[in-house]
């Protein structure tokens, strides 16, 4: 039983419920997250897991935006407090930031905040030496065009469990037997039911360990994920929220194939379409290409959680990180000198320069629900991850408002060769008013008087075939025509692939602070 005052006091803050909100505002206000152009977001739906695509999960994602008093409403409210309330809000304030700095202290340590200073943090090593010695065997690796071809892989074979176990079968080229069962797995634990899969969107994705032994090369990788499923029948549709870890091989000394061939489900010996029959023989060359013989193979899929989360659009979650060290490659050093002198350049002023172009117009771009004028700068799949928010905001009929963007710093952090791309990472520092109205004006969450500051770490890429570009940032970087760009990434004009980063950078990955890991 509590204690008398205990109770009091329980009945005193029932009684008084704005002030309990008052005090919650007072120290949790400056942490609620918005939605922000292509991040922002917290993928799973409550949690402050959070992505940006691509990568890396970049892009939107299912916690949407937070909300608090503005100034002039919290003036008002403290107006209306009697001196008793007053007092005890200011006691259980100074109580909470007592406890909030002895039992949870920031985690910056003052490393990398002083201009000039040498950064302390950096990213860890693990992946390095696998990174190195599968590169070493096969020069053609690159790690966007494996990203892609994961990406292509996973919707491919999520899309053809919707449609059930014989049509997964046609995929054993690609999937051991285990696999095979967990993929199907996730039909079964929920209502045994195949139900046709409508969209799958990949919110975050990251390698997290590549290794050898004598003969296989393993690289293990997490997927954050959403898929839309449709009953059959009906119009019904219902959105899910996965996270699953593929573990892919391949054999030693096996090379990767071209890059126009690289996001191609297909037979890996001989190029036919990818289907094969029970046992995983190409019906075309009749050759068995499971287990990592010419490809990658996936040798086990582990489903972590799949659980009903809807996307969230108007809800609240803390944001994460934005105080955290800069997380520097190791290599960045040693690796600005190399970059330079391959592209050819003096310094990355032009290159930051694109990166804010494009940041400006992701920003631009969101707001207007319209991502057409962003196309030319992102590649396919970081592109699609966008389109299906933006979509899911005119199906909850929302806007989500951005104004007032400011860019406050850039830091290069990471950079990194293969033997087709320059891959550029920027940590971009930036404030900006962000919320979320009904399409008819009438707010739902955020703020349009109180600017939030934010990070994320932004991944670019260019080909080493680089062209220079003929036109200006709104044309097209290979005809020089007013840019038009279709879905596909290709200019109307010239029918050039613009979003392969051949002409120009373009946007590859957002993650968010919270997430990234070098």
Same mark, same amino acid.
């Given at each position: 039983?509590?204690?008398?005052?205990?109770?009091?006091?329980?009945? +005193?803050?029932?009684?008084?419920?704005?002030?309990?909100?008052?005090?919650?505002?007072?120290?949790?206000?400056?942490?609620?997250?918005?939605?922000?152009?292509?991040?922002?977001?917290?993928?799973?739906?409550?949690?402050?897991?959070?992505?940006?695509?691509?990568?890396?999960?970049?892009?939107?994602?299912y916690s949407g935006s937070g909300g608090s008093l503005n100034n002039i409403g919290l003036f008002y409210l403290?107006?209306?407090?009697? +001196?008793?309330?007053?007092?005890?809000?200011?006691?259980?304030?100074?109580?909470?930031?007592?406890?909030?700095?002895?039992?949870?202290?920031?985690?910056?340590?003052?490393?990398?905040?002083?201009?000039?200073?040498?950064?302390?943090?950096?990213?860890?090593?693990?992946?390095?030496?696998?990174?190195?010695?599968?590169?070493?065997?096969?020069?053609? #690796?690159?790690?966007?065009?494996?990203?892609? #071809?994961?990406?292509?892989?996973?919707?491919?074979?999520?899309?053809?469990?919707?449609?059930? @176990?014989?049509?997964?079968?046609?995929?054993?080229?690609?999937?051991?037997?285990?696999?095979?069962?967990?993929?199907?797995?996730?039909?079964?634990?929920?209502?045994?039911?195949?139900?046709?899969?409508?969209?799958?969107?990949?919110?975050?994705?990251?390698?997290?360990?590549?290794?050898?032994?004598?003969?296989?090369?393993?690289?293990?990788?997490?997927?954050?994920?959403?898929?839309? @499923?449709?009953?059959?029948?009906?119009?019904?549709?219902?959105? +899910?929220?996965?996270?699953?870890?593929?573990?892919?091989?391949?054999?030693?000394?096996?090379?990767?194939?071209? %890059?126009?061939?690289?996001?191609?489900?297909?037979? %890996?010996?001989?190029?036919?379409?990818?289907?094969?029959?029970?046992?995983?023989?190409?019906?075309?060359?009749?050759?068995?290409?499971?287990?990592?013989?010419?490809?990658?193979?996936?040798?086990?899929?582990?489903?972590?959680?799949?659980?009903?989360?809807?996307?969230?659009?108007?809800?609240?979650?803390?944001?994460?990180?934005?105080?955290?060290?800069?997380?520097?490659?190791?290599?960045?050093? @040693?690796?600005?000198?190399?970059?330079?002198?391959?592209?050819?350049?003096?310094?990355?002023?032009?290159?930051?320069?694109?990166?804010?172009?494009?940041?400006?117009?992701?920003?631009?771009?969101?707001?207007?629900?319209?991502?057409?004028?962003?196309?030319?700068?992102?590649?396919?799949?970081?592109?699609?991850?966008?389109?299906?928010?933006?979509?899911?905001?005119?199906?909850?009929?929302?806007?989500?408002?951005?104004?007032?963007?400011?860019?406050?710093?850039?830091?290069?952090?990471?950079? #990194?060769?293969?033997?087709?791309?320059?891959?550029?990472?920027?940590?971009?520092?930036?404030?900006?008013?962000?919320?979320?109205?009904?399409?008819?004006?009438?707010?739902?969450?955020?703020?349009?008087?109180?600017?939030?500051?934010?990070?994320?770490?932004?991944?670019?890429?260019?080909?080493?075939? +680089?062209?220079? %570009?003929k036109g200006g940032f709104n044309q097209c970087p290979a005809c020089g025509a007013p840019s038009k760009i279709?879905?596909?990434?290709?200019?109307?004009?010239?029918?050039?692939?613009?979003?392969?980063?051949?002409?120009?950078?373009?946007?590859?990955?957002?993650?968010?602070?919270?997430?990234?890991?070098?």
């Amino acid at each position: 039983m509590r204690s008398p005052n205990v109770m009091r006091k329980f009945q +005193f803050l029932r009684a008084n419920p704005l002030l309990v909100y008052l005090v919650v505002e007072a120290l949790l206000g400056a942490t609620d997250a918005y939605a922000r152009g292509g991040g922002g977001h917290s993928f799973s739906g409550g949690s402050s897991h959070s992505y940006s695509g691509g990568s890396g999960y970049s892009g939107g994602s299912y916690s949407g935006s937070g909300g608090s008093l503005n100034n002039i409403g919290l003036f008002y409210l403290l107006s209306r407090l009697s +001196f008793i309330q007053m007092l005890v809000l200011v006691v259980l304030i100074v109580i909470g930031l007592w406890v909030k700095a002895k039992y949870f202290p920031s985690s910056d340590d003052g490393s990398g905040n002083d201009e000039g200073a040498v950064p302390a943090y950096y990213s860890p090593p693990e992946i390095d030496g696998g990174l190195s010695t599968l590169m070493a065997e096969d020069p053609e #690796f690159s790690m966007p065009l494996f990203r892609d #071809f994961c990406f292509a892989l996973y919707s491919t074979l999520h899309h053809a469990r919707g449609q059930g @176990e014989a049509e997964v079968t046609k995929y054993k080229g690609y999937l051991s037997d285990f696999a095979c069962q967990e993929l199907l797995a996730i039909n079964r634990n929920r209502d045994g039911v195949n139900h046709p899969i409508i969209g799958v969107v990949i919110g975050s994705f990251q390698v997290t360990s590549i290794t050898e032994d004598q003969k296989q090369t393993k690289v293990s990788v997490s997927f954050d994920a959403n898929f839309t @499923e449709e009953t059959i029948g009906t119009s019904k549709q219902q959105s +899910f929220y996965s996270r699953e870890v593929w573990i892919f091989v391949r054999d030693r000394g096996v090379r990767s194939r071209k %890059p126009a061939l690289s996001t191609q489900i297909q037979c %890996p010996s001989c190029g036919s379409p990818a289907k094969s029959d029970l046992h995983g023989k190409c019906p075309a060359c009749n050759q068995l290409i499971r287990s990592g013989v010419y490809d990658w193979f996936i040798h086990e899929l582990n489903v972590l959680e799949i659980s009903n989360r809807p996307p969230l659009l108007t809800s609240t979650v803390a944001e994460v990180g934005t105080d955290f060290p800069t997380i520097y490659d190791r290599h960045l050093p @040693e690796m600005q000198t190399k970059a330079l002198a391959e592209l050819h350049l003096a310094d990355f002023n032009s290159m930051n320069d694109r990166a804010q172009q494009i940041f400006y117009q992701l920003q631009k771009t969101w707001s207007a629900r319209d991502l057409n004028l962003l196309r030319p700068y992102e590649t396919n799949s970081l592109y699609e991850t966008h389109l299906y928010w933006i979509e899911e905001y005119k199906k909850q009929k929302l806007v989500n408002r951005l104004e007032d963007v400011r860019i406050e710093k850039v830091e290069l952090v990471k950079i #990194f060769i293969d033997a087709h791309y320059v891959s550029v990472t920027l940590r971009i520092f930036a404030v900006l008013k962000d919320w979320t109205e009904t399409e008819a004006g009438q707010t739902v969450c955020g703020s349009k008087y109180n600017p939030r500051e934010f990070s994320e770490y932004w991944t670019l890429i260019r080909s080493r075939s +680089f062209q220079a %570009p003929k036109g200006g940032f709104n044309q097209c970087p290979a005809c020089g025509a007013p840019s038009k760009i279709n879905q596909a990434g290709v200019c109307e004009y010239c029918h050039s692939l613009v979003t392969s980063g051949e002409f120009d950078w373009v946007l590859s990955s957002i993650e968010q602070d919270e997430s990234y890991r070098g």
